[in-house]
């Protein structure tokens, strides 16, 4: 069955989304032939330190019914090995070539140019992962890389990056978040840092994450599959949803993380279902489009982040997809 463009509906245990376009009669919303399921983590797999409900169950089935199943996230303050033993201990097992970060496309980026030196402002565990490719003492940065800060960046990291920045280091950043959700509330994100480096530099960064385009292609080069047989499962109308539709592959959003409090209630749907803190414009020049916003916020011209389909939760998607088989 051929996948169309669609008039979507919240999907739930009774409710398939449908294409309802005059002329056009009553299409039901195909998933049969997704073959890669890429998933988010923080918002769709976990929240915090604490699993989403079924998660595990989720992923095992999803892997059982033969879909090649990836986790596509921003996090940009850990490496995959330890992402990998983060899952374990939420009962999800996986392997480090399971996960695409900006961090695996940061150091994909960087090995493949001549003689890069980055400065980078990141944790250890990141520094780590990017072995032979750091500024080591004299030398001039050819780049400098803004991860998560909360690792204990200071005025002294902010200040090295604006002078390398203004001596001609081309400016990268992991992604572009505002607000980071942790176990005791909201924090502050590596977007923060980004901005008011581009702002003393005059310089606009290079986005590495989602909703990055150019992030969506690898996660399906790594695993030899294609956008049109894809669907990406997340939190974020911007990051996942937005970022799926670019590259053209499909795209489920879930009810939890940012999600849960985007929309969950009437009101929040009529601000354009965005919770604070969400990728918003932030996420729109990331994948190097603005979005035009229609009234009350929506996304105008019917050219926004709407999700082909809505669900409570992860634990929800292999039925979703058994469904529409």
């Known amino acids: 069955m051929s996948t169309r463009r669609l008039t979507r509906r919240p999907w739930s245990a009774s409710v398939v989304p449908t294409d309802t376009r005059a002329g056009g009669g009553t299409a039901v919303l195909s998933f049969d032939d997704v073959e890669v399921v ?20 989720a992923v095992e089935r999803l892997r059982r019914s033969g879909l090649t199943v990836r986790f596509t996230t921003n996090t940009d303050s850990t490496s995959p090995a330890a992402l990998v033993e983060r899952l374990a201990g939420m009962g999800v097992p996986a392997e480090q070539d399971d996960f695409l970060t900006p961090v695996v496309l940061a150091r994909r980026l960087f090995e493949g140019l001549p003689a890069p030196r980055v400065l980078a402002i990141a944790s250890p565990a990141v520094r780590d992962h990017l072995p032979g490719l ?43 978040g505002r607000i980071a959700r942790r176990d005791d509330g909201e924090h502050l994100d590596t977007g923060g840092w980004v901005r008011l480096l581009e702002y003393a530099t005059g310089v606009e960064a290079r986005v ?18 294609t956008p049109e047989r894809a669907l990406v499962v997340g939190d ?24 849960s409090r985007a929309s969950g209630s009437p009101a929040s749907r009529a601000s354009g279902g965005r919770a604070p803190g969400a990728s918003g414009d932030w996420a729109s020049r990331a994948s190097g489009s603005r979005v035009a916003r ?23 998607v292999p039925d979703l997809l058994a469904r529409s088989g």
């Open 134 to 176: 750091l500024c080591g003492p004299g030398d001039r940065p050819t780049h400098v890389l803004v991860c998560d800060p909360s690792y204990g960046a200071a005025y002294a990291d902010l200040d090295a990056a604006f002078r390398a920045v203004r001596d001609g280091a081309e400016l990268v950043a992991t992604q572009l």
């Open 236 to 259: 974020d109308l911007d990051a996942d949803v937005a970022g799926a539709h670019a590259v053209g592959a499909r795209s489920v959003l879930v009810r939890t993380g940012k999600a």
């Open 38 to 57: 890429l998933l988010d983590l923080d918002g769709t797999v976990y929240e915090g330190s604490r699993p989403v409900q079924g998660a595990g169950q």
């Open 208 to 225: 590495l994450g989602k909703p990055s385009p150019e992030f969506f292609r690898l996660a399906l080069e790594t695993v030899g599959g």
């Open 294 to 316: 229609g009234p009350g916020g929506r996304d105008g011209g019917g050219g926004g982040a709407e999700p082909d389909a809505e669900v409570d939760g992860l634990a929800d």
